[in-house]
């Protein structure tokens, strides 16, 4: 076990627990009605990367290749496209997030990706902020974007 505890894998998943912790005290300082979901969802990510951090931790041996697995990347990936949704609105981020997120499912040939890309990405965008009526943050100042 002291092996692991220098395993590159093991300290992203205690970076991602970190974050998670880190951004439920913002949360739950935050009011009560408006902050049910970002509370819900960090839970879960909490429990997603304390699993993390304790699979890792039991790993027995280093795998022979170091890898990277999908989930911490994919976790990263979300914490940076929120963080950067404030700046870049929620279209773009969200469709580089969509973009590597069917990319570590595998889907590697151009034209399925892109396809899948705009309609997934763009899809999400356009219901939320056409049919559900509910304002993203927009990255120009007409709220085109």
């Given at each position: 076990?002291?092996?692991?505890?220098?395993?590159?894998?093991?300290?992203?998943?205690?970076?991602?627990?970190?974050?998670?912790?880190?951004?439920?005290?913002?949360?739950w300082n935050g009011p009560d009605g408006a902050m049910l979901v970002p509370r819900v969802v960090l839970a879960i990510w909490c429990a997603m990367a304390l699993s993390l951090v304790i699979v890792e931790a039991l790993r027995r041996a280093p795998p022979l290749k170091p890898s990277l697995s999908p989930l911490p990347l994919l976790m990263g990936a979300v914490l940076v496209a929120a963080v950067t949704v404030d700046t870049l609105g929620f279209l773009l981020p969200a469709l580089v997030l969509v973009a590597l997120t069917l990319w570590l499912f595998r889907v590697r040939r151009p034209l399925p990706l892109l396809v899948g890309t705009v309609l997934i990405g763009g899809g999400l965008w356009f219901l939320f902020h056409h049919v559900l009526l509910i304002r993203l943050p927009a990255m120009m100042n007409s709220g085109v974007i």
């Open positions: 076990m002291l092996a692991s505890l220098t395993h590159p894998r093991l300290w992203l998943a205690l970076a991602l627990l970190a974050a998670g912790i880190g951004l439920s005290v913002v949360a």
